[in-house]
Nanobody
């Protein structure tokens, strides 16, 4: 069983910063791409940022230049540094990992995905 546990959310004023963390634990052989998504009330979940094992990153246009995704491959943890926060960044933030649970998955080329429980980020104006 694989678990993803997010932390670091909270209430912050516009222009402020927060740093989210997501630790992956459990039966893992390897982790590929790690992502952060967010979902605001009444809206669909959207991809915010992603990072490959080698550190290549991609961002939604709405957060480029303000958010930074990073990862620690030893700790199996992904981070999201959020700067210059805006009220429209208010949402529940979820991490997601593409992983292989065992050597058998690796041999078969099988990939699995799991979600964290989410952490609330609220930005006041």
């Amino acid at each position: 069983q694989v678990q993803l546990v997010e932390s670091g959310g909270g209430l912050v004023q516009a222009g402020g910063s927060l740093r989210l963390s997501c630790a992956v634990s459990g039966s893992i052989y390897s982790i590929s791409t790690m992502d952060w998504y967010r979902q605001a009330p009444g809206r669909q979940r959207e991809l915010v940022a992603e990072i490959t094992p080698g550190g290549a990153t991609d961002y939604a246009d709405s957060v480029k230049g303000r958010f930074i995704i990073s990862r620690d491959n030893v700790k199996n943890t992904v981070y999201l540094q959020m700067n210059s926060l805006k009220p429209e960044d208010t949402a529940v933030y979820y991490c997601n990992a593409d992983y292989q649970a065992s050597y058998s998955d690796y041999i078969k080329g099988a990939h699995r995905r799991s979600w964290g429980q989410g952490t609330q980020v609220t930005v006041s104006s």
